[in-house]
């Protein structure tokens, strides 16, 4: 009994070797890509979507929003600052942030 029991334990195993047996050949996922544009062209674009600022170069960067500097006076600035921070503030003071 004990010899069928170590046949069909070592058949099991050999059968769920060959399940994690991993593909001999590498195929890259743009092996048919076929580009339509040059590479100038390219680079012309990157280089047009540069200068006008809707391009972010990396991935974790947010767009540049521009400032109106004009709408507001330093102390309406500075009244906003301490909001944002007395409600900052009530934030990490509450339980969930262990205050």
């Known amino acids: 009994m004990n010899v069928k029991q170590l046949i069909a334990a070592v058949a099991v195993l050999t059968a769920t070797g060959s399940v994690f047996a991993q593909q001999t ?12 544009k040059t590479r100038a062209e390219v680079i012309a674009g990157l280089d047009q979507a540069f200068a006008d ?3 972010n ?6 767009p540049v ?3 109106d500097n ?6 309406e600035t500075r009244a906003e600052l301490v909001e944002d ?5 009530s934030l990490t003071n509450s339980l969930y942030f262990g205050g």
Not at 85 to 89: E, I, L, M
């Open 70 to 75: 004009t709408s507001k006076s330093r102390a």
């Open 25 to 36: 050949e590498f195929v890259a996922p743009d092996a048919n890509f076929v580009s339509s």
């Open 85 to 89: 921070r007395s409600h900052h503030a």
């Open 57 to 62: 170069y990396a991935e974790y960067n947010y």
């Open 53 to 55: 600022g809707s391009l």
């Open 65 to 67: 929003v521009q400032a």
